[in-house]
């Protein structure tokens, strides 16, 4: 998820981020009794307002390092699993692959959301919106072993060019870290056979075309029943492609819905919400619940964008083209059946793929 703005402050919030900006001080509604010229008893008279200064964000530099590191080491735990073990290993051979195997996956996957944030933050740093460092999400109970990061702005202070540029650069940076480590660990996969008939459950990730086709420039094609088997490289690339392409969406407050707004201003909502009545019906008549987490925070937070400090502000030629591209990117990086399940069977039919029901909350993206 994208930029989630802290709108409403309570007092306590205000301790804690600063100021309001825009919001009147005591002495900016002050009056001043000035005597008249003509004798006449004194009038009040508005002292003219001070613009306040722009509202400070709390980083909190202890918890975005706290969560750093929590997630670091949760998704460790999750890349762990990732580790190639046979039977001949000794106990601390598969602790030493295991951890091996993780800390690539973390080195990969934190990168990769790192550049992300850090394209996110740069901009906004740039245009001179209050925004935080990164706080990253651990979520050990997940198979990506983290729920993405968040980092807080400030509620309209951004005009319509500097939210379209902090809103693409992150999903743009994220990227140029991705391809690169996706087509690196793909050099050293092994391409399998999916079996018939497999004697217990297998979990199988659905690979969007994107990665098809990075699989089949380093393999060449593969068959239908035919895929690689994951690293902690190729994995990270996997949850790298489906939560830039999930932050894509254009709606409310994701990435997405930052762009479409700054390009087609308020009937950018009409396509959320739509969208958002297309993604339950899909679910319904697909039954596959793989989405209904997601689908439901877009919910709660709204499918409705802000306006900005100037939505009147240009953006220009260039910036509408790489804007449409990249939403685009919504066609090569979403998959609709993110995690399958091959069922074994007993009757000698082909194996049925059923969907893992809603998986753990996708890596998200609040900028």
Not at 254 to 271: E, N, P, R
Request: charged content about 10%; hydrophobic content about 45%.
């Amino acid at each position: 998820m994208n930029d989630r703005t802290p709108d409403h402050l309570s007092n306590r919030d205000e301790d804690d981020f600063g100021q309001a900006a825009g919001s009147p001080t005591p002495m900016d509604i002050g009056t001043s009794l000035v005597p008249s010229h003509d004798a006449t008893p004194a009038h009040p008279v508005r002292r003219p307002s001070r613009p306040s200064p722009a509202r400070r964000l709390n980083t909190r530099p202890r918890l975005v390092a706290f969560l750093f590191v929590a997630t670091c080491l949760s998704t460790t735990h999750a890349g762990s699993h990732l580790a190639e073990l046979d039977a001949q290993m000794t106990g601390p051979e598969v602790t030493r692959a295991m951890l091996w195997s993780g800390l690539q996956f973390t080195t990969a996957v934190m990168g990769i959301l790192l550049a992300h944030e850090m394209g996110h933050y740069l901009q906004a740093i740039r245009y001179g919106v209050p925004a935080t460092l990164p706080f990253f999400i651990p979520m050990p109970i997940s198979p990506f072993g983290t729920m993405g990061a968040v980092i807080l702005q400030q509620a309209g202070a951004a005009d319509r060019r500097a939210l379209f540029d902090i809103a693409i650069t992150g999903p743009l940076a994220g990227l140029v870290v991705t391809i690169p480590i996706t087509l690196w660990g793909l050099q050293s996969v092994e391409v399998i056979n999916l079996p018939e008939n497999p004697a217990y459950p297998i979990l199988v990730y659905g690979d969007p075309p994107l990665l098809r086709w990075m699989m089949a420039w380093v393999h060449g094609p593969l068959g239908e029943n035919q895929t690689v088997l994951l690293n902690p490289l190729v994995f990270a690339g996997w949850v790298g492609i489906f939560i830039t392409a999930l932050n894509l969406l254009p709606i409310g407050q994701l990435d997405g819905g930052h762009i479409l707004y700054s390009l087609i201003g308020k009937s950018a909502h009409i396509v959320a919400i739509s969208l958002l009545f297309a993604a339950a019906g899909y679910m319904l008549y697909s039954r596959d619940p793989s989405f209904i987490v997601l689908l439901l925070l877009l919910v709660i937070m709204g499918p409705k964008h802000p306006p900005t400090a100037d939505d009147t502000m240009p953006l220009g030629a260039g910036r509408h083209v790489l804007g449409w591209l990249t939403l685009a990117f919504l066609a090569v990086g979403l998959t609709l059946n993110p995690i399958d399940v091959i069922e074994p069977t007993t009757d000698g039919s082909p194996p049925a793929t059923t969907p893992a029901g809603p998986p753990p909350t996708p890596p998200s993206d609040s900028s």
